[in-house]
C-alpha cells in the first residue's frame, strides 16, 4: 500500500476535507490506521505500507529489486500492477508516463527497473549470454484491446489485438507490436510514445483521468552464446557496471547463469508485465454521462474480474472446491492469465490518498487489496481489541513489563 502526500490540486479543496485521515502505524511497516469522526479507528495490515514521506527509492528498493532478480532467472512471468482511485498515485509510482522530463529521484519503478536490469545484464557472468529484449504497450479500453506502439489506420484507429491461447496454456497477443530495445534510453523512448496515445478523458475527479488500463510489457529471452559468435554490443564491457544503484547478480542468478551456461541452445524466456490499472472510483461519484458512464461500466468490470481471479487464486479454501479461476470474464484478466497465478509473481500496489476527501474511495481500495491479499480481518480487529490505538493502555502495558523485566533479572 502507498499513501500518496497531500498535493497542490489537494489544497484547492475546502480545509476540513484536506485532513489526513490515513496514517501509517507507528508500531508497524504493514498497518494503516483510518480515522473516521465518527467512528472507532480502523486498522488494514498489507505485506507492506509506504508513508506520504516515502521516496520512489525507496519503493523500488523494498518492493521491486527482488522481482528483478527473479525475472532475470528467467523462470517466473512478472506482473506489477497500480491500483486505486484517479489521482492515487498510480502513474506516478509505476513510471507509466514519458520519463524525459522527470528528475531522476522522482521517476517511477518502469525506469528503475530498467536501468537494473540493463546494468545486471552487463556483468561479467553473462558475457556468454545473449540477451533480446522486446518490449510492447497496450491499453485496454472499453474492453477494446489497442496497441499503443501500433501505427494508426487512414480513420486514426490504432491495431487491434488479439488474444490466443497456444496449446502450452501460453496466452499470444496477436497482431501486437514489439519492438527490440538494446537499452534504457530505447526503452524510455518507447514508453514515452506509446504513453503520448493513451486515452484520457476528464471527469469531475480529474481532468488528467485516466480511464483505461495501460499495460507495458518487456519480455527478455536468454540463450547461451555459441563459442564462434561475435559479442553483442550489449554484452561486450568489461563487465563492470554501468548504471549507478546496480549490485552484483544474486545466488540464485548465479545458479541459473550456471545452469544456462551448460545447455547451450537453450532458450529461456520470460515476461515483466507494468500495469498502471484504470481510476477504481465508482461511477457515481464522477457523475459520468453517456459514453463516459460506459467506459466506467466496462473499467469497473475489468477491476471486478482482477479481484475475483485473484482471490480466486490465492483463496486455499476456493482453490479446493473450485477449480474454475474466471479468466475470461474480462479482457484485462484474459491477457495477463499467464502472469497471475501458476509460478508466476505478482505484486499489486494499492494507491490511496491521504485527505478526507476521498475516504469512500480510499476504504474501497483498502478493501479490495485486502481481498486480493486475502489477509482475515479478524487478525486486525484482535489488536483493535487489545487497546493496540489507546494510550494509557499502551503506557500501562509497558509499567507492567518493566515491573516483570525487572523481577525476572533479580531471579536470574
Ligand atoms: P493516478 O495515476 O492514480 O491518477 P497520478 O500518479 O497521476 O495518479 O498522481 C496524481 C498527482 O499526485 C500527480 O500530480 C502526481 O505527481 C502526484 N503524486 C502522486 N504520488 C506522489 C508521490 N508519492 N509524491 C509526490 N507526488 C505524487
Ligand atoms: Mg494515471
New binding site residues.
Given amino acids: 500500500l502507498?499513501i500518496?502526500?497531500i498535493?497542490n490540486?489537494d489544497t484547492n479543496l475546502p480545509t476540513r476535507f484536506q485532513r489526513q485521515v490515513i496514517t501509517t502505524s507507528p508500531h508497524t511497516s504493514n498497518q494503516v490506521i483510518v480515522h473516521q469522526n465518527d467512528k472507532k479507528s480502523q486498522t488494514f495490515t498489507f505485506d507492506h505500507v509506504f508513508g506520504?514521506e516515502?521516496m520512489?527509492q525507496e519503493v523500488f528498493d523494498n518492493a521491486i529489486l527482488n522481482l528483478i532478480d527473479q525475472f532475470l532467472e528467467g523462470r517466473y512471468n512478472v506482473t506489477i500492477l497500480?491500483y486505486?482511485?484517479?489521482?492515487?498515485?498510480?502513474?506516478?509510482?509505476m513510471g507509466t508516463n514519458d520519463n524525459s522530463s522527470i528528475s531522476s529521484e522522482?521517476k517511477g519503478i518502469i525506469p528503475r527497473a530498467m536501468e537494473t536490469l540493463f546494468s545486471l545484464m552487463n556483468f561479467s557472468q553473462y558475457k556468454m549470454r545473449q540477451f533480446t529484449i522486446k518490449v510492447s504497450f497496450v491499453e485496454i479500453y472499453n474492453e477494446e484491446l489497442i496497441d499503443l506502439l501500433g501505427e494508426q489506420n487512414v480513420d486514426g484507429e490504432r491495431p487491434q489485438v488479439m488474444i490466443r491461447e497456444d496449446s502450452k496454456g501460453n496466452i499470444l497477443w496477436s497482431g501486437l507490436q514489439e519492438i527490440k530495445v538494446n537499452n534504457v534510453e530505447e526503452v524510455m523512448t518507447t514508453l514515452a510514445r506509446g504513453s503520448l496515445n493513451r486515452q484520457v478523458g476528464s471527469t469531475d475527479m480529474?481532468s488528467?483521468?485516466?480511464r483505461s488500463h495501460a499495460i507495458f510489457s518487456v519480455v527478455m529471452s536468454q540463450q547461451q552464446k555459441s563459442l564462434s559468435s561475435p559479442m553483442s554490443p550489449t554484452n561486450s564491457n568489461s563487465g563492470t557496471p554501468r548504471m549507478n544503484g546496480s549490485r552484483p547478480p544474486s545466488r540464485t542468478q548465479q545458479r541459473m547463469s550456471k545452469r544456462l551456461d551448460d545447455v547451450e541452445n537453450m532458450t529461456i524466456t520470460s515476461k515483466f508485465n507494468f500495469v498502471?490499472l484504470a481510476?477504481s472510483e465508482r461511477l457515481k461519484r464522477t457523475s459520468a454521462v453517456g459514453d463516459r458512464a460506459k467506459e466506467g461500466i466496462s473499467i469497473n468490470s475489468g477491476l471486478l474480474a482482477l479481484g475475483n481471479v485473484i482471490s480466486a487464486l490465492g483463496d486455499p479454501n476456493k482453490a479446493k472446491h473450485t477449480t474454475h479461476v474466471p479468466y475470461r470474464d474480462s479482457k484485462l484478466t484474459r491477457l495477463l492469465q499467464d502472469s497471475l497465478g501458476g509460478n508466476a509473481r505478482t505484486l499489486m500496489i494499492a494507491?490511496v490518498s491521504p485527505t478526507e476527501y476521498n475516504l469512500n474511495e480510499t476504504i474501497n481500495t483498502l478493501k479490495y487489496a485486502n481481498r486480493a491479499r486475502n489477509i482475515k480481518n479478524s487478525a486486525t480487529i484482535n489488536q483493535e481489541e487489545t487497546g493496540w490505538n489507546d494510550l494509557e493502555h499502551l503506557q500501562s502495558l509497558v509499567m507492567k513489563l518493566r515491573s516483570e523485566i525487572k523481577s525476572l533479572k533479580s531471579n536470574s
Fill in positions: 502507498r500518496r502526500p498535493t490540486e506520504p516515502t520512489q497500480a486505486g482511485q484517479t489521482s492515487s498515485g498510480k502513474t506516478h509510482t522522482s480529474n488528467q483521468s485516466s498502471d481510476g494507491c
